[in-house]
């Protein structure tokens, strides 16, 4: 188990979707009497199964609502899974809603000392770090702002030089990389694999088949929630353009 960064058995995992606004109290309870529910159970992922040896870079493909993001979020521990089990061995940096743990009433210097916090840095770690996240981010004076006068793509770069500088041992990356410029996102990816090289682990979502195939090892098909195929890069881009190739015609002929 010590070369294991991310193992998932059997994991199901179910969302309530409510069709109705809020119940009274009365009406929940002559709901349930009636065995009348207001909602329905969606099944997301189904008995999925995987294992991250640390070091591997994995692509995590497939169709919108196939469950990719979801089961991101359970890696990193935003979800609990409805049922089976997730380990996950060292510390992770997400990249899934980018920012969305910032506070938008403080600067860029008192945001990164509050999310470094949060990862478990101390005081002087964070202030030994500090010149790697300003000179990464290219926010100059900026880091002094406070973040409602910062654009989307300002936030971006914030969260990326603090999760890129803080020594991650597993990155969970959803679509992250197709936000910002050119010259930025090639500055991220070189990041990446350089942190890859140190024996990092990586599991990248990406609708971008030539950032799954550049960055990853292996690549995991999802198709409604449940794993279609695992396996080198090139073959499984192949399938899943293959299957998207399908879905298309069959979206034409309806």
Known sequence: MDDVAVKIENLNKKFKVFHEPPLTFQKAVNNLLRGKRSYQELLVLKDISLCLNKGEAAGLVG??????????????????????????NGRVAAFLELGSGFRMEFTGIENIYLSAAVFGLSRRQIMQKMPL???????????????????????????????????????????????????????????????????????????YMDEISELCDKVILLEEGRIIDIGPAQKIIAEYREMMKGNNINAHRH
């Open 63 to 88: 169709p919108n609502a196939s469950g990719k993001s979801t089961l991101l979020r359970i890696i990193a521990d935003i979800y609990a899974p409805t049922s089976g089990s997730v380990e996950v």
């Open 133 to 207: 996240v300003r000179e990464f981010s290219e926010l100059g004076g900026f880091m002094d702002v406070p973040l409602r006068q910062y654009s989307f793509g300002m936030r971006m770069r914030l969260a990326f030089a603090l999760a890129m500088n803080i020594n991650p041992d597993i990155l969970l990356i959803d679509e992250a990389l197709a936000v910002g410029d050119i010259s930025f996102k090639d500055k991220c990816i070189k990041k990446i694999k350089k942190l890859r090289e140190e024996g990092k682990t990586l599991l990248l979502v990406s609708h």
